[in-house]
Structure formats: C-alpha cells, structure tokens
C-alpha cells in the first residue's frame, strides 16, 4: 500500500530557482494539501484541492502554485526560490474534503533547502 | 480567531507510566474535528486519534485516549503505559471548514521523552 508518496524527500535550490514537488496518492482520495513545517510553528496549509480541476489557496500561499489535472497526483512549484520557503513540506489527503471526520494521510515529507 | 494552543513544549515520563499532553482549542464554529498526531524524530506524521465535536464520548485507540472537554475548549491526549517508542513530538489539531475545504489548524507540539 503506497498511500501519500512525495517526491523528492530532500532538496537544495539557491535563490531564484524553480522546482516542482511532486504528490501522488493511490487511495482514490478527492481532497489533497500541502502544508509547510517550520520550527515552532507547527504546520500550516499552502493549497488545497477537492477535486481534479479544483484548487484554492491556504493560509501561506504566496511563492507557491499548484495544479490538479489528475485525482492522483497534486504537485506543488515553487516559481522562484526563497530563503524563507526553507522548510519541510507535507502533502496530505483526505476521503472526505469537506467533513470532519476523516483521517488525514500525510506523505513522509520532503525537506528543502534554500541557499 | 481559530487557534489550537499546546502549552508544553516539552515533557518527561517515566517509561510503564500515563502521560497526559494538553491541547486547548479555540473556534466559533459548532462543528469541528479534532486530532493527534505523533511526529516521530524519522518526520512522518503518524494520526493517532480522532474526537469530533457532536461526540458525547471521549475518543479511544488501544493505548490513546482523549479527555474532551467541549465546555473548557479543551482536547488532552492520554498515553498510557508509555513505552520508549511514544518518544516523539505530538501535535493537536482542529479540522475546520475553510473555504469550498477543510483544513487542519496545528498547535506548536510537545515533545515528550520517554525514561527507561
């Protein structure tokens, strides 16, 4: 069983660079995240999507863009690089987007460096 | 404002015994989720427990247990029996509506050590 799969798990970009973060779960899984870890602060959501096609912005989504053709597979780019998109990203599904039960599935997280 | 508060950063116990790790939550929503998760130090989170709102009963699984507490805004995850593999950072969280979704809302974590 695969889950939340992210790719890659570690990555070092200088500033000014763009990359893609890739996400893909196998559980048919209508909603899909990213969120952002960063020390003392908890997680905080980037992007949401509930469906393929659909996509909205979270709390923190300034730098980062998201698309969703497929309900696999939901990446997340950064367009430029910054010093402060330092972090360690988690993707992370759901069955359920708009209730309240419902686990949520977190990929193994994927830690970025920017220099 | 929607707030989760974990007040310990960080926390001793002694390994065989309950350790009971507070999380208060603050919304005007009347229909919400809330959740525990286990971060070990590998980075994956690891969901341990859920309780809804309308829940009259506090959640159970195995060894976990939550203390709701609706009328205090309070969500306390109890570890019983801990053993050394529980140390880890644990986080609370509240799943609210956001937009046409929900989202999670995540305190800062306790990270509990457990003493053989």
């Known amino acids: 069983n695969a889950g939340v799969t992210q790719t890659p798990k570690f990555q070092v970009l200088k500033t000014g660079q763009s990359m893609t973060l890739q996400c893909a779960q196998d559980?048919?899984?209508?909603?899909m995240s990213w969120y952002r870890q960063d020390p003392g602060m908890g997680l905080r959501l980037i992007h949401y999507?509930?469906?393929?096609?659909?996509?909205d912005q979270g709390e923190v989504p300034n730098g980062y863009n998201v698309s969703r053709s497929t309900t696999e597979d939901f990446p997340l780019r950064l367009l430029s690089a910054a010093p402060s998109q330092t972090s360690v990203y988690f993707c992370a599904s759901s069955s359920r987007p708009q209730g309240f039960t419902g686990e949520l599935f977190f990929g193994e997280g994927s830690r970025l460096t920017v220099l | 404002a929607q707030k989760i508060t974990q007040t310990q950063p960080g926390m001793f116990v002694q390994e065989k015994e309950a350790v009971t790790l507070d999380c208060t939550y603050d919304t005007s929503d009347q229909s919400y989720g809330l959740f525990w998760y286990k971060q070990p130090s590998s980075g994956e989170m690891i969901f341990l427990i859920y309780?809804?709102?309308?829940?009259?009963q506090n959640a159970t699984e195995g060894r976990y247990s939550l203390n709701f507490q609706k009328a205090r805004k309070s969500a306390n995850l109890v570890i019983s029996a801990s053993q050394l593999g529980d140390s880890a950072m644990y986080f609370c969280?509240?799943?609210?509506?956001?937009?046409?979704?929900?989202?999670?809302?995540f305190g800062q974590g306790t990270e509990l050590s457990v003493k053989p």
């Open positions: 999507s509930v469906g393929a096609g659909i996509t």
């Open positions: 969280a509240m799943r609210v509506l956001y937009n046409q979704g929900g989202k999670l809302i």
């Open positions: 309780q809804g709102s309308y829940d009259e």
């Open positions: 559980m048919n899984h209508e909603y």
